[in-house]
Each structure stands twice: as C-alpha cells, then as structure tokens.
C-alpha cells in the first residue's frame, strides 16, 4: 500500500516537471543545412539593392551573377531587418524583426513574440494561427541579453537559456546568426562581419 502511495505522488510530480515542446518552426534537418551551405560557400559577399522593390538594402552572399542567395540580412528604411537565408531574392528561412513583433520561422510556418514583453503570442502553420499553451509562458521568450564583455544576444530563450535561433552581437560591430541549444552555437550559422563580409561556420 505505501509503494501504490509513493507511485501517485510522484506521477504529478514527474507531468509538472515535464516541459511543453512548441512546434514552433520547421525543424531543418543537419544533412540539407549541409547541402545548402556547400552550394552557397562560394558565393561572394556584397550589398544589393531592396528586395521586390522595397525600400532598404541587403547585405550577404551573392551569386556570382549577383542574385541574392545564401545568408544575409535585409535591412529596411523603418529600421525593421530580416536575417536569415534567402534563395535567389526570396526569403526561406529566420528572423523578422519588427518594431513590436518578432518572428521566427519561414514565412508559412512560425512563432511570433511580443518585443515588449519578451513573451510568444501566438504559432501560424499551415494556414492556421495557434495559440500558446499556457504552461509555455514565462518559459519561451525572445530577449535582449547584455553581458560583461560588451556583447549582446537578441534571440530566443527557453528558461532563461539560448535556445533556438538568435543574433548574437560582438562589440567590435559583427554579429553571428544561427540557431543556440543549451546557451551555446548548435549546427550551421553565418558571422557577419563590419566589413560587410559573410562567413559560414558550423559548430
């Protein structure tokens, strides 16, 4: 009878303990990052002009015949960026940057977040807004994080963790983009330097 007690008590306490999983974005698999990072490596680093006509600029790789392919950062007049990969001018994959709302994902399948309050707001996928389950907030954020070397992350978290996708700025000006797990660099990522130049890296 006391084993039969202890099991009840510790079945809620082992559910509490576990934590929520947000389908959050598609999840890119190591061995396409690695394909798509081959074919884009050679590519040459520059500024181009606006994407579909907006206002702004791009600064990233670039074919040889100068289309817009690879990783790079498309920064708007409103101050507002997009930071990711792109293929042949069309974005695929990373994070959009507004003035209050933050998302990451691709373009049908992503998380938004509050830039306010750091919290998620909601999941889109196939067509669909999601809500957020109630026991991921306070867990799930995307936020600024300034540490004692000058540098500064601007991503996701997960308890307080980098975890997921991110920007994380060095003091001289350059700043990595790439996805986090467990607060360090996980998989494929670009730095992106002063002088405007990409560097792939896999960690």
Do not use: W
Not at 16 to 25: E, H, P, R, T
Not at 65 to 90: A, C, K, P, W
Not at 142 to 164: A, I
Not at 182 to 195: H, I, L, Q, R, S
């Amino acid at each position: 009878m006391k084993a039969i007690y202890l099991i009840l008590l510790l079945i809620p306490l082992n559910i509490s303990a576990q934590q929520v999983k947000l389908d959050k974005y598609p999840s890119i698999p190591e061995e396409m990052m690695a394909v798509f990072c081959d074919y884009c490596a050679p590519f040459h680093s520059g500024i181009a002009k606006a994407l579909h006509g907006g206002r702004g600029q791009y600064i990233g790789q670039l074919t040889p015949d100068n289309h817009i392919y690879g990783f790079g950062q498309y920064i708007m007049d409103n101050e507002t960026s997009v930071t990711g990969l792109f293929r042949m001018t069309s974005f695929i994959f990373g994070i959009k940057m507004g003035t209050h709302i933050v998302k990451v994902g691709s373009d049908t399948h992503y998380i938004s977040y509050d830039l306010t309050t750091s919290e998620p707001i909601s999941i889109m996928k196939d067509g669909e807004i999601m809500s957020i389950p109630e026991s991921a907030r306070g867990v799930y954020k995307f936020q600024s994080l300034t540490y004692k070397s000058g540098d500064r992350y601007v991503g996701e978290t997960v308890n307080g963790k980098r975890e997921g996708y991110g920007l994380y700025h060095y003091k001289d000006g350059g700043f990595f983009f790439g996805r986090y797990h467990e607060n360090e660099p996980y998989g494929y990522g670009a730095v992106f330097t002063t002088e405007a130049t990409i560097k792939i890296v896999l960690h």
